[in-house]
C-alpha cells in the first residue's frame, strides 16, 4: 500500500508541475499583442482590394515619375548640346578674331578697345 501511495504522490507531483507549467505558458501568451486576423472572406476581399488599389497607386506615381526623370534627362542632353555648340562658337569667334587681331568688341570695355584700336593706327 505504501508503494501504491508513493506512486500516487508522484504522480501528484507530477501534475503539480504541469500545472503550473502550463500556467506560465498561459501567462506568457497573454502578455503577447492579438493576432488580428480577418473575420471572414469579405474583410479579406476589402484588405486585398485596398492593398491592390495602394499598389496601383504606387505603380502610376513611379511612373509619372519615371517619365518626368526621362524628361529631365532630355532637356538636360539638350542644354549641355546647347552649351557646347556656344562654346564651339565662341571659341571660333576668338580664333577668327586672333587671326585678323581684332579684339572682339564685348571682350573688353568700349574705352579700352578704343585705346587698343587707336595704337594700331
Same mark, same amino acid.
Given at each position: 500500500?505504501?508503494?501504491?501511495?508513493? /506512486?500516487?504522490?508522484?504522480?501528484?507531483? /507530477?501534475? *503539480? @508541475?504541469?500545472?503550473?507549467? /502550463?500556467?506560465?505558458?498561459?501567462? *506568457? $501568451?497573454? &502578455?503577447?499583442?492579438?493576432?488580428?486576423?480577418?473575420?471572414?472572406?469579405?474583410?479579406?476581399?476589402?484588405? $486585398?482590394?485596398?492593398? @491592390?488599389?495602394?499598389?496601383?497607386?504606387?505603380?502610376?506615381?513611379?511612373?509619372?515619375?519615371? +517619365?518626368? %526623370?526621362?524628361? %529631365?534627362? *532630355? +532637356? =538636360?542632353?539638350? &542644354?549641355?548640346? $546647347?552649351?557646347?555648340? $556656344?562654346? &564651339?562658337?565662341?571659341?571660333?569667334?576668338?580664333?577668327?578674331?586672333?587671326?585678323?587681331?581684332?579684339?572682339?568688341?564685348?571682350?573688353?570695355?568700349?574705352? %579700352? =578697345?578704343?585705346?587698343?584700336?587707336?595704337?594700331?593706327?
Amino acid at each position: 500500500m505504501n508503494t501504491d501511495l508513493n /506512486t500516487i504522490m508522484r504522480d501528484f507531483n /507530477t501534475l *503539480e @508541475r504541469m500545472m503550473a507549467y /502550463t500556467n506560465s505558458l498561459i501567462i *506568457e $501568451v497573454e &502578455k503577447r499583442p492579438p493576432i488580428r486576423l480577418p473575420q471572414n472572406n469579405d474583410q479579406i476581399e476589402s484588405q $486585398v482590394s485596398a492593398q @491592390r488599389a495602394q499598389l496601383e497607386n504606387d505603380i502610376r506615381e513611379l511612373s509619372i515619375r519615371a +517619365v518626368n %526623370l526621362e524628361k %529631365l534627362r *532630355e +532637356v =538636360h542632353s539638350e &542644354k549641355k548640346e $546647347v552649351a557646347r555648340q $556656344v562654346e &564651339k562658337s565662341r571659341r571660333d569667334q576668338l580664333s577668327q578674331s586672333r587671326m585678323s587681331n581684332d579684339i572682339p568688341q564685348g571682350a573688353i570695355s568700349p574705352e %579700352l =578697345h578704343q585705346i587698343i584700336e587707336n595704337s594700331k593706327q
